[in-house]
């Protein structure tokens, strides 16, 4: 199948991209971003700026050297092979000005939102949602332990693990939560194409299991800057996030948890504890991050999460606290592979209320839709088909087009087709016309562009 690109994406990688001759320095995000701010405050969009007219005014506007800009707009040959060899192995792209792009990037990171991102597996994945698991690279016995159990428990109870790829405790919750057969998002910082390719993850991006998402291109080499910066993209696409093991005040674990942590409003982060944790766990405690829940036998991971938002926010002061299987509060050895009984309905107590939980967590926690434009990370096999649909009608409605005309050109029924444009319309992607009545993609706002 071949790979869509809308015009918005293509001029987006023609200034940004990595690829062909690197002579020209591609703009960096915080340049492209000076680009984006003027075009939206004249009502362009980045298509717009193949015409020389004005490019020259995006320079002005953004001061970005004009001759700079025109260099990186004329690599279009040199994009569409390396488009050809991305797509030859695997890889995809998605914009800012597209309509499938995280809408949690947008609505978590505002203007620091990559503008491209690159990805290999299935492109519905990218609504995001599940457990961020994090932590350092060089990560104890019991670290490992229990970033195994816990991965393997999201398998087990249907949530998507969300993690860096990277060495320790990234790699094993990604390796354990798809040994579980649980569905898994890499968030990456370099190597996209070369991992894509690996065996350990071949199979599993076919199957659907896993998505492997970068802002850097597919064949970028680690650096430290690329790894911190990758963190908060990690976080972003979470419902909640979970540090196993932090060095304190160095590293990506801290900087990344640190920086979470003092946002505004900051996404839900916990913290392991117990009495053989990194000084960087107790410390992030002291800043806010919440201690992981107990979980009994028959505990629903989701619903303890949300007692414990419901539970008011301190500093912890004792940082003791059981294994992550403890039941009351009693150490409990499960034997290797045996998971604990999700089955049966969990005991009931104040903090898991529906009364003291938010309506908003609690609905995170039955997997349902809480609020205009956010979901959890489960997909219905009917919201998966629309998220994979969606980019390519959403490229045939640059003009207002009948129902009829779509319904043809993808082969599908008339109400099949009226069902994706109307929740296209409901989620303020798609225009609707009437007398006749016709339906063309709407244009994105500033968060778009």
Partial sequence: MTLYLSDDTKVILLLCGVFGDRTVKPLSPGEYNAVARWLVGVKKRPRDLLSPEVAVNASRGSEIDELRLEALLRRGVALGFAVEQWERNGIWIVSRGD??????????????????????????????????????????????????????????????VVSGGARGVD????ESALN??????????????????????????????????????????????????????????????LVVSSDYKKGGTWAGAEEELKRGRPLPVFVRLGDRIPEGNKRLAALGARPWPNIGQDGLLLELLAGKLAEPSRPQQGFETPSLFDEKGEPETLPQGQLPNTKETPKKHSADSAESIPEDVLHRATGTV???????????????????????LLGKLKEPTSTDELASLFDVSKPQIRKWLERGVTEGKVKKTTRPVRYCAKETDSEGV
């Fill in 370 to 392: 809480i609020q205009e434009g956010e979901t959890t990370g489960f997909l219905s096999p009917s919201d998966a088909l629309y998220r994979a649909v969606l980019p390519l």
């Fill in 180 to 241: 579980a057969g649980g569905a898994v998002i890499g968030v990456l910082a370099d190597s996209l194409l070369k991992k894509s390719l690996e065996k350990a993850f071949r199979g599993a991006i076919a199957s659907g299991k896993l998505l492997l998402l970068s802002p850097y291109h597919p064949e970028a080499s680690f650096s430290v800057g690329s790894a911190m910066g990758r963190n908060k993209l990690i976080y972003a696409l979470s419902d909640y996030a």
């Fill in 171 to 174: 790699d094993i919750a990604m």
């Fill in 99 to 160: 309509a499938d792009y995280p809408s949690r990037y947008k609505k978590h990171l505002k203007e620091k939102a990559p503008p491209i991102l690159f990805g290999a597996g299935d492109r519905s994945m990218l609504e995001g949602g599940g457990l961020a698991i994090i932590g350092s690279r060089n990560v104890d016995e019991d670290g490992r332990k229990f970033t195994r159990q816990t991965a393997t428990l999201c398998a087990s109870q249907g949530i998507s």
